[in-house]
């Protein structure tokens, strides 16, 4: 006998997921363990002959094989079932749940099924379309009220893409929309209705940081069914955060019995977890909705102790401090319209601030302002007369829930922070979307992959980084904060952080770290000034300081502790191209900024390492979304036209975190390689620095990779090389050119006797030696002069390989005419000819070049001739003859010498 197990008041989310589990083990009967949710008992009083239901007091245990609980994995929730768990006869338990994993049932032979979606049904269904099995109509239902149940429609905040998706598969198999709807919202029964007004007078409430807390106590002789709808409905008409309802029966003092006391939970914030707080009182849930009952002799002490647990998970408001830009860009009242649109469009800004020469606020201009007043032909005329003066003001302090009301009840787009009549900050639209956005992803990571929350990475950070790594970063951050600085790790590292899993051990040997002042002053040296501290601490490290901003590096060279490492610090600071693929123009910002700046959004996270707020992530582009769904996604559309080398890390950064560069960035690429603008730009430019240097740069990257095959694949497939050139593409015979290149390195390298060369050079002088214009492309990316020259005389040198070395009959010949060129020019233009000079070069390479004369100049001595220029002459013929086998020894080699060249007497 095959049993499902509901839990205990059964609602309709177990009894879906219980319905589906019977097409899932066909003759498994249904078992509620102690009762039904009102509204459950109801639907069952309809359709329950249609249902694979069993009686608790009908089921022999003898007989029971196999048992499978849904929605619960807690012991004390499955009431007098739970001694079945122990039964000999029992082969194996089979949990179902979407809880939070606690690990309370536990079996010899134990199986569970836990995912973090809303609603366990969802898991069934799942399961059901992989088998390709159908469901009947009553069937349908259930599971579709299981789903609408427990996750609000859909509009909980546990609810998953993979809910929506399941309950679109049920509609398919003919769910009872009537039914639905009756279910779904239920009407309160009369008792309910009854208790309603009298629960709404008995509501308290307080506020703590900004939030409501709201709790009710009911106290009744007997147990009241159906509360949760109850509940529910007081949610609705309630303005609260978090709700706690009580209700108290079955209480009597004459027979000095405690009465059972049901708290049920609802919040509406991610930081208040109900479920971990109940669980101390033997209950459980979601952490916006659960429930617990228990006996005791005080209720109202219950709910003083979950009030303070409450009240310490709530967190301290956001407010102006947290979310404002800094520092904020300025324009004086005579500032032309026309200069404030290129303000506009230099910053990416949607507003400006307008101050007077002591610097006091005096308006505030937005893009549409100055949209209106190009659009009449006032280029020329001062902002002052269209902005807006009367400008509504915060300060550091005032909440988010504050600002947002303000933002909406005035229809503002900004709000300038001002701190004792100082001007220190901007709060925008933005910056309150961009909040609101990030916090509800970091709500609801995707199911499909174990990426962990992020709200905060230190015990990450402690964790997974290589002690000594740690370590360092402590002590950055510490003389950072005693300076008033904040400092953050930036970029790759906190990518890398988050791919890593919690039982590895992260030993980041390149780390980005950014100074950020706020809003305290703070000089472009600070980063210096940290490298310089760090480097009294660590004086095995080098210290290098370059740029305009003083950025600042310390290097490591094979450190026992700290390995090979190189640490850059630099003061935050955001950058304008002045053109298409030029360097860019930088000035000092904010962290923010610093951030938007970067190429990717997966490379634009920062971790704080200083108080306050130590190991919070900054993700303002959504970049832990992309490290999920294991995405290459640019910040904005003009990223690969400012910078063509960011097509390059692209391609880079997917190859080597097996990533797909995002559809949109796709054709953000496709758009910057077929515009036109490199070669325009190349025409009115004598000096292009991302496609030059920086380009030589990241095709070095690329090219000595372990990975360069596919990331040189995925170059030609995005158009990327037509950076270097319209003319550069990877043909199929180029390709085989390439990989055959490849195989002859291997054999090359492998002998040491061979002159050393770089692999990754080769591979790329193959390709510019496959079009006309390579010679150019090599004098621009500044390769050295050895490989600009072997590709200047490239195709010369393989026209008079190709035509003389077929005529050459014997190896001595052969060996003779090819030692006029180098190797690695020999290596380049065997690989463009056919197989006979493929392998005669091959022969030279490998076995010819490499044998030496029988002779020498001391067996010459031997023999009795004297030094002279007679030598080489000898050797060079005695070394042809032996090359072509006419000569077999050393004895054969003295015997044609004393024949052939009679000693003078």
Not at 647 to 665: G, H, K, M, P, S
Request: net charge neutral; glycine share 6%; aromatic share 8%.
């Amino acid at each position: 006998m095959d049993l499902i197990l509901c839990h205990q008041t059964a609602d309709f989310d177990a009894l879906g997921a219980a319905v589906g589990l019977t097409k899932l083990h066909p003759g498994a009967k249904i078992v509620l363990t102690g009762g039904a949710h009102p509204s459950v008992r109801k639907f069952l009083a309809l359709h329950r002959d249609e249902l694979a239901l069993m009686e608790f007091r009908s089921v022999n245990p003898a007989l029971i094989r196999h048992l499978f609980i849904v929605d619960t994995q807690r012991r004390d929730r499955i009431g007098k079932a739970v001694e079945w768990l122990e039964l000999d006869n029992v082969k194996s338990v089979t949990i179902y749940d979407h809880h939070e994993e606690n690990g309370q049932i536990s079996a010899d032979n134990f199986l569970k099924y836990i995912e973090k979606v809303g609603s366990c049904s969802t898991i069934i269904c799942e399961l059901l379309q992989q088998k390709s099995i159908g469901l009947n109509s009553v069937e349908a239902t259930a599971m579709a009220l299981g789903i609408h149940v427990d996750t609000g429609s859909l509009t909980f905040e546990q609810t998953t893409p993979r809910d929506a998706l399941a309950l679109a598969w049920l509609m398919t198999q003919d769910v009872n929309i009537r039914t639905l709807g009756e279910y779904v919202e239920p009407s309160l029964a009369p008792a309910l209705r009854k208790l309603l007004p009298h629960a709404l007078k008995s509501i308290q409430s307080l506020t703590v940081n900004g939030y409501t807390i709201s709790w009710l106590l009911v106290e009744t002789p007997h147990f009241i069914p159906g509360l949760s709808n109850l509940t529910s409905r007081i949610i609705d008409l309630v303005e609260t955060d978090v709700l706690l309802f009580g209700h108290y029966y079955g209480h009597n003092v004459e027979k000095q019995k405690q009465g059972k006391l049901t708290i049920i939970g609802r919040s509406s914030l991610e930081s208040v977890n109900l479920a971990q707080i109940f669980t101390a009182f033997t209950g459980g849930g979601h952490s916006s909705a659960a429930s617990f009952t228990l006996r005791c002799p005080n209720p109202h002490d219950i709910i003083e102790q979950l009030l303070t647990q409450i009240e310490n998970q709530i967190p301290s408001p956001l407010t102006a401090r947290d979310l404002m830009a800094y520092p904020v860009r300025t324009i004086r009242p005579y500032t032309t319209i026309e200069e404030a649109q290129r303000i506009l469009l230099r910053y990416g800004h949607s507003g400006l601030v307008v101050v007077n020469k002591e610097k006091e606020l005096v308006g505030v201009i937005s893009r549409r302002d100055i949209d209106l007043a190009l659009h009449h032909g006032f280029s020329h005329a001062p902002v002052k007369g269209y902005m807006t003066k009367n400008v509504q003001v915060i300060n550091p302090e005032t909440a988010l829930s504050e600002i947002e009301e303000l933002m909406v009840k005035n229809d503002i787009g900004r709000l300038p922070v001002m701190e004792n009549g100082q001007l220190i900050g901007i709060v925008t639209r933005t910056d309150v979307l961009r909040h609101l956005h990030s916090a509800r992803l970091n709500s609801h990571p995707n199911s499909s992959n174990n990426l962990p929350l992020v709200s905060c990475l230190l015990p990450s950070l402690e964790k997974k980084l290589h002690p000594p790594i740690w370590k360092l970063l402590q002590q950055t951050a510490t003389y950072a904060q005693q300076q008033g600085w904040h400092l953050y790790l930036v970029g790759g590292g906190v990518r890398d952080l988050l791919l890593t899993d919690n039982h590895t051990t992260l030993n980041l040997q390149d780390i980005d770290l950014v100074v950020d002042g706020f809003h305290r002053a703070t000089t472009p040296e600070a980063g210096v000034k940290l490298a310089e501290a760090l480097q009294a601490i660590y004086p095995q490290s080098r210290l290098s300081i370059h740029g305009q901003f003083q950025t600042a590096a310390l290097l490591w060279h094979k450190d026992p502790q700290l390995g090979s490492l190189w640490l850059d610090i630099a003061t935050a600071r955001t950058e304008f191209y002045p053109y298409p693929a030029a360097n860019p123009e930088v000035e000092s910002s904010s962290i923010r900024q610093d951030l938007y700046r970067r190429d990717f959004t997966i490379n634009a996270l920062a971790v704080r390492l200083t108080q306050p707020h130590q190991g919070e992530l900054l993700d303002f582009f959504g970049g832990v979304e992309d490290v999920r769904s294991h995405f290459i996604r640019v910040l904005h559309p003009n990223s690969f036209i400012e910078d063509p080398t960011r097509i390059y890390r692209a391609v880079r950064f997917a190859v080597r975190l097996n990533f797909d560069i995002e559809t949109q960035t796709r054709e953000y690429i496709d758009y910057a390689v077929n515009s036109g603008v490199f070669e325009r730009v190349s025409l009115e430019k004598n000096s292009i620095p991302a496609l030059t240097t920086r380009l030589k740069a990241e095709l070095t990257y690329i090219l000595q990779a372990q990975y360069w095959q596919p990331a040189l694949k995925l170059l030609q497939e995005v158009g990327a090389l037509r950076c270097l050139h319209r003319n550069c593409q990877i043909t199929p015979n180029l390709w085989w050119q390439i990989r055959c290149l490849d195989r002859w390195l291997k054999y090359y390298h492998a002998d040491s006797y061979n002159p050393s060369v770089s692999s990754w050079l080769l591979r790329l002088e193959i390709i510019l030696s496959s079009f006309p214009e390579g010679v150019i492309v090599a004098n621009n990316l500044e390769l050295p002069k050895e490989s600009i020259q072997r590709l200047s005389h490239l195709s010369e040198n393989n026209e008079k390989i190709k035509h003389y070395l077929p005529t050459c009959q014997n190896i001595s010949e052969k060996v003779e005419f090819l030692a006029n060129y180098q190797s690695i020019t020999l290596l380049l233009i065997a690989v463009k000819n056919s197989k006979p000079i493929r392998r005669t070069i091959w022969n030279y390479l490998m076995h010819w070049s490499k044998v030496k004369s029988p002779l020498d100049g001391k067996d010459l001595q031997k023999l009795g001739y004297k030094p002279s220029k007679l030598y080489k002459e000898i050797l060079n013929k005695v070394l042809a003859l032996y090359l072509d086998g006419k000569i077999k020894n050393q004895r054969e080699a003295e015997n044609f010498v004393l024949k052939n060249y009679p000693m003078n007497n």
